[in-house]
């Protein structure tokens, strides 16, 4: 699990997984060369935020290739396409997001292909890209 502890929720999340048995490490925040290193170890990016705009972390992850899970809010819905480039469920429905968790263990061919749409389309957003395209509508 990884990033800062915004909302004091770590420590809860912490005694919750001690209580079920669950191995899970809790990494905090990491450097961005740590966090890509760390990705090549893992193949899904859970993330159940409950509001973010701009989510980078979730850009990193499109970019890394990895399956996205996330939460419906804020700005992903902009970035993320639900069964074409990721699985989006509703915020703090639970079920829903183990469900999803579920559908991409057991259809691996299927979350291979939203991770490469993923991919494809964060290429699209890339500054390199963007920057053109600034430069010949403003050129």
Partial sequence: MIGPD????????????????????????LSKEVWW???EEHDIFINTTHFDNTPVSIMEAMALG???ISTNVGGIPYLLTNNENALLVKDNN???????????ISNPQNAIS??????IAIE???WEIVKEKWNTLLG
Wanted: no cysteine; charged share 30%.
């Fill in 6 to 29: 915004k909302d004091g929720s770590l420590a809860l999340t912490k005694a919750k997984a001690k209580e079920l048995g669950l191995n899970v490490e809790f990494t905090g925040q």
């Fill in 37 to 39: 290193k760390l990705s």
């Fill in 66 to 68: 990895l399956s996205i």
């Fill in 94 to 104: 639970v079920s829903e997001m183990v469900k999803a968790i579920e559908v991409v």
């Fill in 114 to 119: 939203m991770s490469q749409n993923a991919r």
């Fill in 124 to 126: 699209k957003i890339d």
